[in-house]
């Protein structure tokens, strides 16, 4: 009920101020005419200071006026600020929310149900097989098959997990330290986590793109690497820039096999995509038995926000 009723409110108090504008400085020179009026018209006597304190009088009372009208409409006005930053600050909470379920919709397209159409293809070719009584060969792909299903629980696994964790109030340092301590435990493989000097205090969009990238890369890493242990570093490349680098000692690959779809992909487009969307840069060093390291630079939303600031405080001519 506040809410619904604060823009009605906010505008009863701009008009009022409106009208303050335009009456307060013409009351101010009635009163101060009123009262030189009264002390002998502003004429002077023989020593030629009658008027004087009535001078000071209205001077003094005009400026407390002004001080208390100021004070009051720039009250109002940081209040006013603070609420569309409020505002502004939802709707991207929102915008990253729908974002994020139109890209795991994708996602899920792209891995889970292309996994569930090959099990079902797998089903079927055992039937083949055991109709044809060829028991061993039966068994060979029911062994596949197990493989199949435990790739679609763990990437249900971690869709669910990337779900539940709330970065947008947990804060993004939090977050991916919950997540790793789940990752390492699932999945015993050690993650070594670094954030240094890193900004916890990051738009609702920003941080929930950086925790999904982190999240896909570790996700490679456990399904491709084969690799004995994992590093996540989220540090401030110098005032401008934030920099996320996700690195494995695992078997590599070479990324140009990526280009030429010679492999299978590693979702590396789509962690592409969400730091391009964020203005930043990707890219991937990697080669056969040196395992594989994810750089990802992004401007520094901090400095961008201060310099707005000040680009509105700076005077124009």
């Given at each position: 009920?506040?809410?619904t009723?604060r823009?009605v409110?906010?505008?009863?108090?701009?008009?009022?101020?409106?009208?303050?504008?335009?009456f307060?400085?013409?009351?101010?020179v009635?009163?101060?005419?009123?009262?030189?009026?009264?002390?002998?018209?502003?004429?002077?006597?023989?020593?030629g200071?009658?008027a004087?304190?009535?001078?000071?009088l209205?001077?003094?009372?005009?400026?407390?006026?002004?001080?208390?009208?100021?004070?009051t409409?720039?009250?109002?006005?940081?209040r006013?600020?603070?609420?569309a930053l409020?505002?502004?600050?939802?709707?991207?909470?929102?915008?990253a929310?729908?974002?994020?379920?139109?890209?795991?919709?994708?996602?899920?397209?792209?891995g889970?149900?292309q996994?569930?159409?090959?099990?079902?293809?797998?089903?079927d070719?055992?039937k083949?097989?055991?109709e044809a009584?060829?028991q061993?060969e039966?068994?060979?792909?029911?062994?596949?098959?197990?493989?199949?299903?435990d790739?679609i629980?763990?990437?249900?696994g971690?869709?669910?997990?990337g779900?539940?964790?709330?970065?947008?109030e947990?804060?993004?340092?939090?977050?991916?330290?919950?997540?790793?301590?789940?990752?390492?435990?699932?999945h015993?493989?050690?993650v070594?986590l670094?954030?240094?000097?890193?900004?916890d205090?990051?738009?609702?969009?920003v941080a929930?793109?950086?925790?999904r990238l982190?999240q896909?890369?570790?996700?490679?890493?456990?399904?491709?690497?084969?690799?004995?242990?994992a590093?996540v570093?989220?540090?401030?490349?110098?005032?401008?820039?934030?920099?996320?680098v996700?690195?494995?000692?695992?078997?590599?690959?070479?990324?140009?096999?990526?280009?030429?779809?010679?492999?299978?992909p590693?979702?590396?487009?789509s962690?592409?995509?969400?730091?391009?969307?964020?203005?930043?840069?990707?890219?991937?060093?990697?080669?056969?038995?040196?395992?594989?390291q994810v750089?990802?630079?992004?401007?520094?939303?901090?400095?961008?926000?201060?310099?707005?600031?000040?680009?509105?405080a700076?005077?124009t001519?």
């Open positions: 009920m506040v809410q009723h823009p409110m906010t505008q009863r108090r701009l008009l009022l101020f409106k009208w303050l504008m335009v307060l400085p013409s009351t101010t009635a009163v101060g005419h009123s009262l030189l009026e009264h002390t002998g018209g502003g004429k002077h006597t023989g020593t200071t009658s004087l304190p009535a001078t000071l209205v001077t003094f009372l005009g400026l407390v006026l002004t001080y208390i009208f100021v004070e409409l720039f009250r109002v006005l940081r006013l600020q603070a609420e409020a505002r502004e600050q939802d709707i991207q909470t929102m915008n929310v729908m974002q994020e379920r139109e890209r795991l919709s994708r996602e899920l397209h792209d889970v149900a996994l569930v159409a090959h099990l079902l293809l797998r089903l070719t055992i083949e097989l055991v009584d060829r061993q039966a068994e060979a792909e029911l062994e596949r098959l197990h493989g199949v299903a790739e629980y763990e990437d249900i971690e869709s669910i997990t779900l539940r964790t709330n970065v947008t947990r804060g993004l340092v939090r977050a991916l330290q919950d997540y790793v301590d789940q990752f390492e435990e699932r015993q493989i050690p070594s670094r954030t240094d000097d890193a900004d205090q990051l738009p609702p969009l929930l793109q950086l925790f982190i896909e890369a570790l996700t490679n890493v456990r399904k491709h690497a084969a690799a004995r242990e590093a570093t989220l540090t401030s490349n110098g005032p401008d820039q934030l920099r996320v996700i690195a494995d000692d695992g078997q590599g690959f070479t990324p140009d096999s990526q280009r030429s779809g010679k492999a299978r590693l979702g590396l487009t962690m592409r995509e969400r730091i391009e969307a964020l203005g930043g840069s990707f890219q991937v060093n990697s080669q056969p038995g040196s395992g594989t750089t990802a630079t992004i401007p520094n939303p901090q400095t961008r926000r201060e310099n707005g600031h000040a680009a509105q700076t005077p001519d």
